[in-house]
Structure formats: structure tokens, C-alpha cells
T-cell receptor, first 116, second 111 residues
Framework: EAGVAQSPRYKIIEKRQSVAFWCNPI?????LYWYQQILGQGPKLLIQ????????DSQLPKDRFSAERLKGVDSTLKIQPAKLEDSAVYLC??????????????FGEGSWLTVV | KQEVTQIPAALSVPEGENLVLNCSFT??????LQWFRQDPGKGLTSLLL?????REQTSGRLNASLDKSSGRSTLYIAASQPGDSATYLC??????????FGDGTTLTVKP
């Protein structure tokens, strides 16, 4: 079974530029998550989708971050304009659904962003 | 608001030792508790998931327990090996699938 795919793996941009990350979840997984992980910290949830609807985006800085999940499968996370403090790993994850064993969350390898 | 704490932040043990990693959470209304492993430069790998109706789960040398009443979970690693060196994170997951992570415990197992 293929895992969660993310691209690009690494990105270096200047502040005020824009960047987009792509995620393809495990086939059949209805729930998709984007997390931000700063070095030395645990992942922080940015946004959670159930199929193509947003379940939770309370910690998404909506003035600069946006995310969409087209047709309930792939998702993109965009940052525009980027700030220095956005330097982090952006992790995509998926799960079958919100209940019971379907809650097991599977992660991709992450997209490493450096803003200079 | 759920808060998850992992103590200690770092742990170093000699090979072969049995060890326990701790995870505390403030909201007992979690639905699941999941333990992950993260190697440097990698994503998170799921180790064990304990549902709220369970008290523990085992996989090989790993055993995770959950005590919702006290807001605690532990991950027990038996006969540690250098390959176990990594950061271990726990996450409390609500019925709606919302997850809150701790900052992890970085484990070093010395040969």
C-alpha cells in the first residue's frame, strides 16, 4: 500500500515570496491533515479536511496560509507571502476517518521550508 | 483546550535497558492515544494506537498503556537497541479526529 506522498521535499525561498506544497493521501482515506512542525517541537495542526470539507482550520494563519482539497483526494497548502518564522517542516497526514481504529494517522515524509 | 506533555525531553540509556516514556494530557475526553516515532529528517511513523475502551496495546518490544482517569499514557520499550534511537511523540485524538501532539522525548540508546 502506497503511503502519503508529499512534494517538494525541500524548498528555500526569500521572505515575501510564495510557496505551495502538494499532498496525496493514502488511497481511500477520507481525512487529510496539514501540520507545521518547528524544530524541537511536536506537530501543530494547521487544517483538517474530511473529504473536501474543512473540519478544523482554527490554527491556520489565514492572512497568509491557504489550503484546498480538490475532489476529496489531493491537497495543496500555500503560503503567501512567506515570513522568516514560517521556516519549518510541513507534514501531511491522512486517516480513514474520525472514528475508532480509522483514527490511526499516517504521515508523509514532510516538506522542509527555509525562508531566508 | 487539550495540552499534551512529554517528560523527559531527552533520555540516554545503555543498550539492553528497559525504559518507559511518559505522556500526560489534560482533557480526558480523548478518543484515542497514538504513539509515533520520528527519525531525523523524516516524517512520523505510527507505533501503537490505543482506543479509549482499551488500556494497552503491544507490538513486539513495545507496550503502550492508557489511563484516561489520570490523564496518562506510557510507552514501555523492552531490551532497548541502538536502532531505537529516535524521537518518540504521543498524540491525543478526539472523536472528531482532531489531534494534539506533545513535543516528544528524544531517546539515545548507546551501544
Amino acid at each position: 500500500e502506497a503511503g502519503v506522498a508529499q512534494s517538494p521535499r525541500y524548498k528555500i525561498i526569500e521572505k515575501r515570496q510564495s510557496v505551495a506544497f502538494w499532498c496525496n493521501p493514502i488511497s481511500g482515506h477520507a481525512t487529510l491533515y496539514w501540520y507545521q512542525q518547528i524544530l524541537g517541537q511536536g506537530p501543530k495542526l494547521l487544517i483538517q479536511f474530511q473529504n473536501n470539507g474543512v473540519v478544523d482550520d482554527s490554527q491556520l494563519p489565514k492572512d497568509r496560509f491557504s489550503a484546498e482539497r480538490l475532489k476529496g483526494v489531493d491537497s495543496t497548502l500555500k503560503i503567501q507571502p512567506a515570513k522568516l518564522e514560517d521556516s519549518a517542516v510541513y507534514l501531511c497526514a491522512s486517516s480513514l476517518g474520525p472514528r475508532g481504529r480509522g483514527n490511526t494517522i499516517y504521515f508523509g515524509e514532510g516538506s522542509w521550508l527555509t525562508v531566508v | 483546550k487539550q495540552e499534551v506533555t512529554q517528560i523527559p525531553a531527552a533520555l540516554s540509556v545503555p543498550e539492553g535497558e528497559n525504559l518507559v516514556l511518559n505522556c500526560s494530557f489534560t482533557d480526558s475526553a480523548i478518543y484515542n492515544l497514538q504513539w509515533f516515532r520520528q527519525d531525523p529528517g523524516k516524517g512520523l511513523t505510527s507505533l501503537l494506537l490505543i482506543q479509549s475502551s482499551q488500556r494497552e496495546q503491544t507490538s513486539g518490544r513495545l507496550n503502550a498503556s492508557l489511563d484516561k482517569s489520570s490523564g496518562r499514557s506510557t510507552l514501555y520499550i523492552a531490551a532497548s537497541q541502538p536502532g531505537d534511537s529516535a524521537t518518540y511523540l504521543c498524540a491525543g485524538i478526539t472523536n472528531a479526529g482532531k489531534s494534539t501532539f506533545g513535543d516528544g522525548t528524544t531517546l539515545t540508546v548507546k551501544p
